[in-house]
C-alpha cells in the first residue's frame, strides 16, 4: 500500500515532459552529465596529489636527535 507503480511514473514522466519539453530536458540532462563528469575528474585529481604528496614526504631521510641538559657551575 502506498507504493508508486509504473503507470504512476509514466503519468508523472509525461506531466514533467509536458511542462519543460523535451529540448530542455535534454539540456538540462547533458548540464547535470557534464557537472558529475567535472566532480568525478577533480575527485580523482584530488587523490593523486595526496598521493603524491605522501610518496614525496616518505622518501626523505629521517633524522634522529636528542637534546641533554648540560649543567654549568
Same mark, same amino acid.
Given at each position: 500500500?502506498?507504493?508508486?507503480?509504473?503507470?504512476?511514473?509514466?503519468?508523472?514522466?509525461?506531466?514533467?515532459?509536458?511542462?519543460?519539453?523535451?529540448?530542455?530536458?535534454?539540456?538540462?540532462?547533458?548540464?547535470?552529465?557534464? #557537472?558529475?563528469?567535472?566532480?568525478?575528474? #577533480?575527485?580523482? =585529481?584530488?587523490? #593523486?596529489?595526496?598521493?603524491?604528496?605522501?610518496?614525496?614526504?616518505?622518501?626523505?631521510?629521517?633524522? =634522529?636527535?636528542? #637534546?641533554?641538559?648540560?649543567?654549568?657551575?
Amino acid at each position: 500500500m502506498g507504493g508508486i507503480g509504473i503507470w504512476q511514473l509514466l503519468i508523472i514522466l509525461l506531466i514533467v515532459v509536458m511542462l519543460f519539453g523535451t529540448k530542455k530536458l535534454k539540456n538540462l540532462g547533458s548540464d547535470l552529465g557534464g #557537472a558529475l563528469k567535472g566532480f568525478k575528474t #577533480a575527485i580523482k =585529481d584530488d587523490d #593523486a596529489d595526496e598521493d603524491e604528496e605522501e610518496t614525496e614526504e616518505g622518501s626523505g631521510e629521517t633524522i =634522529d636527535s636528542t #637534546a641533554e641538559k648540560v649543567e654549568t657551575k
